[in-house]
């Protein structure tokens, strides 16, 4: 009895066994590919381009699906591979190998990148890896096909993720139509998944296909379908957001673009002399420069202007660089130098003069931008310190110095009158903010100082403007007008903080209410919370009332009315011949 009683629960438990095992194999594969890599690569040192990080947190996490598999190649001694079939698949883990070996293998590839500017032979190894990354990534979506047991989302993520990687691999070998194809496939899918999925997923899929669309416009640039022009590979390698393949052959494109542009371009004009320019790479960089200052001024958009201002001041800093090291090999290579060797290192001089002069310009119009970014931010969750603003108007300060040292030299009158004006702006609006700072700290005797001395300052600036006398100075003279008007309330409100704390008044005025309803409009309810010392008797000042005007009418019908005759309530008098001779000689009374 008891052996069948064994034998039975030994059956049901195999059958349980089975069940679950049917259960399981019923299941389907949810893997969200984009947000899985994505959380990963910036988590593990994408977010700062580092990419050897990444791969070894790569190696890492495969050794560990591998081991929690089950599925390791062979032991510690000898290697046996093992081949990843669509049968063994009981678990989606094992849709992670051939996910995480395609992103060992790109970033491998794109850490090459990175080197392969300083060694050449590194782009074939660079190159080796893309495809062992493609490889990796068409298994992925071959498992997934095979099996039968992923959702309709993980097949689409998929299929995308290997596009992405299939179009990067035709791209590095200027493939352009297979790679527009294969980018076109790509974003189109990513897009309809970002019309689908969840709000807080939303945004990095539209990043994903905003990366894509730079690498669809190149190829479709280097097929034909776009015009040649500069500003618009600029515009490409701007909007070529973290994609350093991309980066690295439009600089390629521009650098070719450059050189031959720079042919042109064989002197410059400033301070009334003329700089001749004959290094070619000098050349180029200052035809980069002038593309770039044209690429600020048509847009609209302030968060790029700001990154167009920043590379600007790197081209700039590049081109200075590049005169300096010009100069010093000329002091290396001649220990004698000749009258025209001298005349050749003062041009050099006043090249440098004049790159720092447009590099001085273009950085006081960055903060500028930034200080209307930080003015914007006013109103926002994140306002801004007066410490920020005071940090900003320090560097304007110290630029237009360094401007003036350098002008000194010219006799242009008007230009210095300029800097003095925009000296005191700047001081003016410095001291405010610092007055801002100090109320903070509630430092009511510094902070009317500093106002005070802003308030001097502002009339400086104002008198200096208007000896300038150009167009321009209007704009700057209604911000100095704002402000000082600003500094004029301020400056009251001060006075009564300052007032209120001499005397010790703190107490009794935060126990003031003026908020409070009145006591005359709630006599018919009782508020024990009232005390004897801040009671509001009445509003003051009192409230307006409505009243009704006094009406005025105009009788315009009058003259149109027509009234009954009353000619038969009339009194008849009688009269004899005394009334006859009366009336005929002194008239009818």
Known sequence: MSDNLEESEHQDHEQQEKEEIETVNQTEFCIEILPTIKAAQNQHGLRHGDYQR????????????????????????RYHKKPLTSNIITDQRYLCIPLYSAERAWAMAMELKQDSYTEPRKRYHLLRKLKKANKNAKDLLRLCEETGRCDARTKLEVQAYCDWIDGNVQFEQQKWQEALD?????QNIYQKLGGVVSD??????????DEITPNLRYCAYNIGG?????????????NALGSDMLSSKIDEVLAKTGEKTALSLTEVQWQGSTIPIKNEQVRVSLIKLNQTIGEVGKEEKREEKVKLFERLLMECQDAVQTVKEQISLELISEKKRSHKQEQQSSNLQQLIDYLTHVKLVQSIQRNLLLLETLQFSKGSQKTAK???????????????????E????????????????????????????????YTM??????????????????????????????????????KLRQLQETIRGKKCELQVHSIIESQGLEEQMSELNLHEKPLTESLDTFNPSISSRNITLAPLPPEYKPLPGKPLFFDLALDHVEFPSLAHRVEKKGGGL??????????RS
């Open 441 to 478: 700290m509630k430092k009511w005797v510094e902070s009317i100082g500093l106002l005070e001395r802003a308030s001097e300052h502002v009339i400086q600036a104002k008198e200096h403007f208007r000896e300038w006398g150009k167009t321009e100075a209007e704009s700057d003279l209604s």
């Open 54 to 77: 990444y791969r070894l947190y790569c190696t890492r996490r495969l050794r560990r699906i591998r081991k929690s598999l089950h599925f390791t190649s062979g032991h510690r001694h």
């Open 226 to 238: 776009m015009p040649t022009d500069v500003s618009e590979l600029i515009k490409l390698r701007t």
């Open 406 to 437: 350098l002008t000194q030299s010219s006799d242009d009158l008007l230009e210095a009158k300029h800097f003095t004006a925009q000296t005191f702006k700047f001081k003016a609006f410095r001291c405010y903010y610092l007055s801002e700072s």
């Open 182 to 186: 294969a980018f076109g496939s790509s």
């Open 578 to 587: 005394t009334g006859f001779v009366k009336g005929l000689f002194w008239g």
């Open 200 to 209: 807080d997923q939303r945004n990095m899929y539209h990043q994903r296909v």
């Open 386 to 404: 007066p410490e920020e603003f005071v940090r900003v108007y320090d560097i304007l300060l110290q630029h237009i110095t360094e401007l003036n």
